[in-house]
């Protein structure tokens, strides 16, 4: 039948009972045709024989799968084409048939579950269908912010550069665009451009300045279930996470904090987000802008040990603040910018309260204190709290306290002399005045008191805020 379209396939059943179709005509018998048959014949004899024999099924759920289909964009042809049913028993099933013939009541079970099994989602859609841009110009704006240029990713798209720059200001864009951006992003998005040669490197820092100028999150805000979301919103604090904006001093210290720890220089940059060179970079300034001081302990060869401890069965620092007593307050996301945090909070409060001669020794304990609730806390913020006591002899100290949500104690662990890590606990033990670990229902606090040195004593000045060398 030349120029009518045939809407039965060879080596079905239904074209070897009503022809090639539209509608019904003689049957083919050609041998697909025939074979097809013949093995519907046989599967509905052993079904029968099994008594599972179930020729139809109701029609209602998926004629109500199909409407759902359409209130998200997928029409019923687009239906038929994802689930292999003809055209002409979807239509059946949702308008009827000729002379006008109400709606299918029943289908065939093979029917209802090609067609059931179509998701109502964005991989559905038919490549010309529009749909929302969110998710589209999210992931292009976070592989731009990891530093691809828009040039190298509209290729990678097969693109004009125009039309991805056009794609980041539309609020629609294609299915078939959408879907084309996503396959990219999930290539890309844990792999930023290569940077071999001066001309790479340039682009890609041009790309990364370009979206940092306007505010685009890189692809590590984004939860990949909320991304196409119009609604949703990048992770809290991914701007105060984006470590090329940092000063070069909390780099540098935040970098001496994780050698300290045991880590080596590759492994600090990967740790902190940043290149070796910009490390290197950050380690180099911070040393020239706050050189090395000599410690007058060092050269006089004074040195005092403060062995008195809290008696057993007392309360530590918490009966030693005195009436009226200073303090302050803090709570520090568990993450290794936290040490630095606690000793900055605590080099302001002391120099308020007149008690330099005790901040260098108080960083260091506090330090040990806040990074060992970061490493093995539960993750939850760390409360850091620092009161000014009066301590032996009417001389005035301190009592600071760290609390994390983890039951667990910390233990001294045995170190060889070359270990760089497991001191923690045997420095605070060695410098403070008194020092202990309380628990409760919510967690632990790990404390310390620190007394003002006898007159005489030359007291440890504080370290530069990062080292030349680790």
């Known amino acids: 039948m ?7 396939a060879h080596g079905t059943r239904a074209r070897y009972a009503w022809g090639p179709g539209p ?31 179930q020729p139809y099924t109701d029609a209602g759920p998926v004629r109500d799968h199909l409407l759902a289909l359409s209130s998200v964009g997928i029409g019923w042809k687009r ?59 999210r992931r292009l704006q976070a592989l731009v912010a ?14 004009q550069p125009g039309n991805l720059g056009s794609m980041l200001a539309r609020e629609h864009v294609r299915a078939g665009t959408a879907r084309a951006v996503e396959i990219l992003y999930d290539q890309l998005w844990s792999h930023p451009p290569s940077e071999t040669d001066h001309r790479s490197r340039i682009s890609a820092s041009r790309a990364r300045s370009y979206a940092q ?4 999150p890189p692809p590590m805000a984004w939860d990949d279930d909320l991304i196409d979301d119009p609604a949703a919103t990048p992770e809290p604090g991914w701007q105060r996470s984006a470590r090329s904006s940092r000063r070069a001093a909390e780099l540098a210290e935040d970098a001496e904090e994780l050698r300290r720890q045991g880590y080596s220089r590759q492994l600090i940059a990967e740790r902190l987000g940043v290149t070796h060179a910009a490390l290197e970079k950050a380690i180099s300034r911070a ?77 260091l304990l506090a330090s040990e204190l806040v990074a060992n609730a970061a490493e093995h806390g539960s993750g939850r913020a ?34 060889g002399p070359d270990s760089e890590r497991g001191r923690g606990l045997t420095i605070v033990g060695a410098l403070a005045t008194a020092s202990g670990v309380t628990t409760g229902p919510r967690g632990k606090t790990a404390w310390f008191t620190l007394d003002a040195p006898s007159i005489g004593r030359h007291a440890r000045q504080a370290e530069p805020e990062a080292e030349a060398s680790a």
């Open 2 to 8: 030349t120029g009518v379209t045939e809407t039965r």
């Open 23 to 53: 509608g019904a005509g003689p049957g083919c018998r050609c041998a697909a045709c025939t074979a097809a048959n013949r093995a519907d014949a046989a599967r509905r004899s052993r079904l029968q024989a099994y008594g599972r024999w």
């Open 79 to 137: 239906a038929a084409e994802l689930s292999g049913v003809s055209t002409g028993a979807v239509s059946k099933l949702l308008f009827g048939g000729p002379g006008n013939r109400a709606p299918a009541k029943r289908v065939r079970p093979e029917t209802a579950a090609a067609i059931l099994a179509v998701p109502a989602a964005p991989s559905s859609l038919s490549a010309g269908s529009l749909v929302s841009a969110a998710g589209t110009r």
């Open 146 to 159: 990891i530093g691809w240029p828009q040039s190298q990713l509209a290729a990678r798209l097969g693109v």
């Open 213 to 216: 100028a306007r505010g685009w």
């Open 287 to 363: 040393a020239r802008l706050n050189p090395p001081q000599p410690d007058p302990a060092a050269v006089t060869g004074a040195s005092e040990q403060h062995a008195s401890r809290a008696p057993a069965g007392s309360r530590g620092s918490q009966d030693q603040r005195g009436a009226g007593a200073r303090a302050i307050q803090a709570q520090l996301a568990a993450s290794v910018t936290a040490p630095r945090q606690a000793r900055a909070a605590i080099r302001q409060a002391l120099a308020d309260w007149g008690l330099g001669a005790i901040t260098a020794d108080a960083e």
């Open 382 to 415: 760390i409360g850091l709290v620092l009161r000014e006591r009066g301590g032996a002899n009417g001389r005035p100290g301190i009592a600071c306290e760290v609390a994390d949500s983890s039951p667990l104690l910390p233990q001294i662990q045995p170190v």
